[in-house]
């Protein structure tokens, strides 16, 4: 049974960084492609970044240059660094495979705002 644990979420100011992180569990994790995606309030769930098993990364243009994904296969775990935050940063932040093939987390909640 496969588990996705996201952490690290919170409330920051525009203009300031955060790091998440995501545990996967029940899973050879470094064998598939893994990203973050988002859900903001009243939006569809997308994806943002996405880390390939050979490291290769990709970004939405909206947070390019702002977000790196990163891995640590010994760890089972990807991470999302997020600078620079906006208010449009705020959502409900998610890992899986690309494809979302599975089961959903919890999420870990962003809010940006003064």
């Known amino acids: 049974q496969v588990q996705l644990v996201e952490s690290g979420g919170g409330l920051v100011q525009p203009g300031g960084s955060l790091r998440l992180s995501c545990a996967a569990s029940?899973?050879?994790?470094?064998?598939?492609?893994m990203g973050w995606y988002r859900q903001a309030p009243g939006k569809q769930r997308e994806l943002v970044a996405t880390?390939?098993?050979?490291?290769?990364?990709n970004y939405v243009d909206s947070v390019k240059e702002r977000f790196t994904i990163s891995r640590d296969n010994a760890k089972n775990t990807v991470y999302l660094q997020m600078n620079n935050l906006k208010p449009e940063d705020t959502a409900v932040y998610y890992c899986n495979r690309p494809a979302a093939n599975f089961p959903w987390g919890q999420g870990t909640l962003v809010t940006v705002s003064s």
């Open positions: 880390v390939t098993s050979a490291l290769r990364t």
């Open positions: 029940g899973t050879t994790f470094s064998i598939y492609d």
